[in-house]
């Protein structure tokens, strides 16, 4: 019998690394414990967790903000949304959007370009947003300790 294996951390990435590659903005993550039933939420009927889907709309607002508005303002808004999302801050209220609810298993990332054409591109949210990095389950359960998911 072989000994299990860690899942493979870029799994969840395809997509992003060839939009990536084609030089298109891109945003992947995956909920932390979270299933595909996140993004279809039914409530007592579907099996997902309590904060996937404020994740997701989070994300997909700050995303549909970004490229569908005819504010420049709003779009400049939603770019430092999806910058600064998964980014730890000290708030008394802890927000689903953080790197602490993205997944420890598999790797999240972006590739966003900015004013003047700046991208900025990463391939860990979690790290990113300051938290332990993808694969360091003592880390990512400390990052926990005396907490609760919502």
């Known amino acids: ?9 870029l799994a969840h990435l395809g997509a992003l690394t060839k939009w990536a590659a ?6 992947a993550f995956s909920v932390r414990g979270g299933t595909h039933l996140e993004w279809s939420y039914i409530p007592f009927i579907s099996l997902a967790t ?7 709309g989070y994300y997909t607002l700050a995303w549909f903000d970004r490229w569908l508005s005819s504010s420049g303002a709003v779009r400049a808004d939603a770019l430092q949304r999806l910058l600064s999302g998964p980014i730890a801050q000290n708030i008394p209220v ?7 609810y ?3 298993r598999y790797l999240g990332g972006f590739r ?3 004013a003047g054409g700046k991208v900025t591109q990463v391939l860990d949210l979690r790290k990113y947003g300051g938290t332990s990095p993808v694969g360091d389950w003592a880390g990512a359960n400390a990052d926990r300790k005396g907490r609760y998911m919502p």
Do not use: C, K, V
Request: cysteine-free; glycine content about 6%.
């Open 50 to 56: 309590s904060y996937g889907r404020h994740q997701i």
């Open 22 to 27: 084609a030089r298109l903005d891109a945003f």
């Open 94 to 100: 802890e927000a689903p959007w953080r790197a602490n």
């Open 102 to 104: 993205m997944s420890a």
């Open 112 to 114: 966003l370009t900015g």
């Open 1 to 9: 019998m072989t000994a299990p294996q860690a899942a493979d951390d």
